[in-house]
């Protein structure tokens, strides 16, 4: 996995701005520590910070090739795994390749198929190409948007980067905040709108999308989406073709040059990707997987929706039952608090903070044993696993159905700030512009529509900010985190099926169950979700609390020019939790946000207005 940056810009000579696009590169060091490379131009400016997973030798960037007399360019970050059926394709087609990277199959790509080579790929990627021929940028991001991919518009080109740092590197760039910026962090953190960069004039390549970039402006390319089709398959065909497509899944994403293991937290998603990764590894060789666990958790566990067992016990159980070399790796509780600095910037945005850092904890350690590992994110937002499809009262709301009974962050608001932001109207706008865009399919019933409208926010608004997370995380951490559950190909085919086919007999991800339970221990694959665990220590609670007594007698806090420190001392003083990003939330994650948005208002010096 690597980083990139870029600068385009159609008045002033590019070719002298080494410097800068040097400092933006080096933000991205973590992303890809392993090479650096810049090339320039006159109207165009390429960095990247390269993590070597394929040909580690040959795959240097950025990459050249040329049409004609003209150069075409790539910084690219990412994998795609059918790179050597289009590379056989490209050789019959005349091509001719000097490495082995996937990275000149896409670069070649481009140079046979054009844009129509962006739909080819089955991978995570972003990437950016100038093509001199035509003086255009295209930037692209991969079908689910697993890779990020930000850009910032100037009055003379743009700028764009893996991350908002990269961008911020350049002074052109400003972290400013505007009511829409107030109101992602406020009202849909769970949520984000897609495309929206958070900070003002910053954005995203949306999932599934290109832009081409010239002087005549910016054009949004759609290279994929999900369809309006229903397929009704016969009994017992769709947990075949899944189990199918998931061997094939799996298979594709251990192609690696470096060390590569698996995250097991002994839940049905991750445990399917590691007894899956484990038979195609075959006999004689072991595959290495990872949990993570906190010294206190069976003492101080407590039961909710979102949390329905101890992880720990499963793991083992799946981890002897597949024959992994498994390890857990516990949290300290004092290391959470050493960690959030690093952590906010590896985010660069306010992010979930304790369950950041634990997240950021495991990746480290991970690091010291593999390079890459296979992660069983985004099965339930594929497969309707999480409480919202399951709960009536959510599936009826008319709003996003996680937010069901739970206040968001935006209930802190000073009163001047809401009257701003108007952060109410803020969500239910963006909820009617999703169920606007999501595909209806002709004949369902009234329910199974309505189901299929929260499948398509589970996995455009939901999905995107676990993606994120998983991905600044890991990359911090300087590990490739593979998500087998995004691949494109599981996702359509998944979305086409009535919901009875996924979700029969009661039992929350059914068809996923059916298709590869028979890899599993019984008591793993009926076991039902249990999130990401929360830190548990009462002293890490007790600390919260004290620092977020501190920062209400601290003047002047930056983060009270947004919140209300009356609403929050109320809060305080009768014991009740803060309101947080997350919607699985617990007492320690809305004093972690809190204590977060804090920091990073001062960190990053963000102007509000």
Not at 272 to 281: G, Y
Not at 305 to 318: C, I, N, R, T
Not at 510 to 531: D, E, F, Q, T, Y
Request: include cysteine; hydrophobic fraction near 40%.
């Amino acid at each position: 996995m690597c980083g990139i940056v870029g600068w385009v810009d159609w008045t002033r000579d590019l070719r002298f701005e080494k410097n800068t696009i040097s400092k933006m590169t080096a933000t991205l060091t973590l992303r890809g520590p392993d090479d650096e490379g810049v090339w320039l131009s006159e109207r165009m400016a390429f960095g990247h910070r390269r993590l070597s997973i394929i040909d580690l030798s040959g795959g240097a960037q950025p990459m050249v090739a040329s049409d004609g007399d003209l150069p075409v360019v790539i910084t690219y970050g990412g994998e795609v795994y059918n790179f050597r059926e289009l590379r056989e394709q490209l050789v019959e087609a005349g091509h001719r390749f000097r490495t082995r990277s996937d990275t000149e199959v896409v670069l070649r790509a481009y140079l046979q198929w054009g844009v129509e080579a962006f739909a080819k790929f089955n991978g995570m990627f972003a990437l950016a190409i100038w093509d001199a021929k035509r003086s255009e940028l295209w930037l692209v991001r991969d079908h689910l948007g697993i890779k990020p991919l930000y850009y910032y518009p100037t009055e003379t080109g743009l700028i764009f980067g893996s991350e908002p740092k990269a961008i911020l590197a350049n002074p052109l760039a400003r972290a400013e905040l505007d009511a829409s910026g107030v109101a992602e962090i406020f009202a849909v953190a769970s949520a984000p709108t897609p495309g929206h960069g958070l900070y003002r004039n910053f954005h995203q390549v949306k999932p599934g999308r290109a832009l081409r970039v010239s002087e005549r402006g910016v054009n949004e390319y759609s290279y994929w989406s999900l369809p309006g089709e229903l397929h009704e398959p016969r009994s017992g065909a769709a947990a075949e073709r899944v189990r199918e497509l998931l061997e094939d899944i799996v298979q594709r994403q251990m192609v690696s040059d470096v060390p590569l293991g698996a995250l097991l937290s002994g839940g049905l998603d991750s445990s399917a990707v590691s007894a899956l990764a484990a038979r195609t590894l075959g006999v004689g060789r072991r595959l290495s997987t990872f949990s993570v666990d906190f010294p206190e958790s069976r003492a101080e566990f407590q039961r909710t929706a979102w949390h329905d067992s101890l992880d720990e016990p499963y793991a083992q159980e799946v981890a002897r039952h597949v024959g992994t070399d498994h390890t857990t790796i516990l949290v300290q509780p004092e290391d959470v608090q050493k960690y959030e600095d690093t952590v906010l910037r590896a985010r660069d945005f306010p992010g979930w903070g304790e369950m950041d850092i634990s997240l950021y904890l495991l990746f480290t350690k991970v690091r010291r044993h593999t390079t890459v590992v296979l992660s069983g994110e985004a099965a339930d937002e594929v497969f309707g696993g999480y409480p919202y499809f399951h709960d009536e009262r959510a599936v009826e709301h008319p709003g996003f159905p996680w937010m069901y009974g739970k206040s968001s962050p935006s209930i802190l608001l000073r009163r001047e700030v809401e009257d701003a932001v108007r952060p109410l109207d803020y969500v239910e706008d963006r909820y009617h512009e999703a169920v606007a865009e999501a595909p209806t399919v002709e004949g369902e019933s009234e329910r199974d529509a309505r189901l299929r409208k929260i499948g398509y926010l589970s996995l455009t608004r939901w999905l995107p900010s676990l993606l994120e997370r998983n991905d600044r995380m890991s990359m911090a951490a300087g590990l490739e985190a593979r998500v087998p559950f995004c691949d494109h190909r599981l996702v359509e085919y998944v979305w086409k099926l009535p919901w009875s086919a996924k979700n029969g007999d009661g039992l929350e991800k059914a068809l996923l169950r059916g298709a590869i339970g028979n890899l599993l221990p019984a008591s793993v694959a009926n076991r039902r979700k249990s999130g990401f665990p929360a830190n548990p220590n009462q002293g890490y609670l007790r600390s919260l609390l004290d620092r977020s007594s501190q920062l209400l007698a601290t003047p002047n806090a930056p983060v009270f020019e947004l919140v209300d420190p009356v609403k929050v001392r109320t809060l305080l003083e009768q014991g009740s939790a803060l309101p947080s990003p997350r919607s699985s939330s617990s007492q320690t994650a809305g004093l972690s946000f809190l204590l977060n948005l804090d920091q990073w208002l001062r960190t990053y010096r963000v102007g509000i207005g």
